[in-house]
């Protein structure tokens, strides 16, 4: 590998880094933006494995954050649609979604239905910390299934 490449993976692995990178990543990965955050937890985990806990948390935090905005932005488009018609809208196509409520967005974590879901969420005006809670345990139980897959699969130690 090229050695800034190098160089840029081990600062990024640095405690004082690492776990705000991940934060970042996962924020911006549960927007609807096309990215996923598991290579960063990953690559974090790698290098530091006694930072398990710590990543998986932090992950779960700004990827449940993150899916709290997109919340906000289907709450927010669903009201300026509301106002620009002149009326209360109904999606009679997503009666399925009404029927599990904020339960539903334990689904957050699937890909690329899991983002998308929580904006719907938001626009189907679920209640917030439901929704958010509900999003935090999909999260969470992503993160740690995905990362503790990924070190069984290459349980092997990134040499220096």
Request: charged share 10%.
């Amino acid at each position: 590998m090229p050695d800034w490449f190098n160089h840029l993976m081990q600062l990024l692995a640095l405690p004082e880094y690492g776990l705000s990178t991940v934060f970042v990543v996962a924020f911006v990965s549960a927007t609807l933006l096309p990215m996923g955050s598991e290579p960063a937890v990953f690559g974090l985990i790698k290098l530091n494995p006694e930072l398990f806990w710590p990543a998986i948390v932090v992950a779960t935090a700004g990827n449940t954050l993150g899916g709290a905005v997109s919340w906000a932005m289907g709450l927010g488009t669903h009201k300026a649609v509301d106002k620009a018609r002149g009326g209360a809208t109904e999606l009679r196509a997503l009666a399925w979604l009404e029927r599990f409520g904020p339960k539903a967005c334990l689904l957050s974590w699937l890909p690329v239905v899991g983002d998308p879901l929580c904006a719907v969420a938001g626009w189907m005006k679920f209640p917030f910390w439901p929704c958010i809670a509900y999003m935090a345990i999909g999260k969470f139980a992503r993160y740690l299934t995905m990362t503790a897959a990924l070190l069984w699969f290459f349980p092997g130690s990134i040499a220096p």
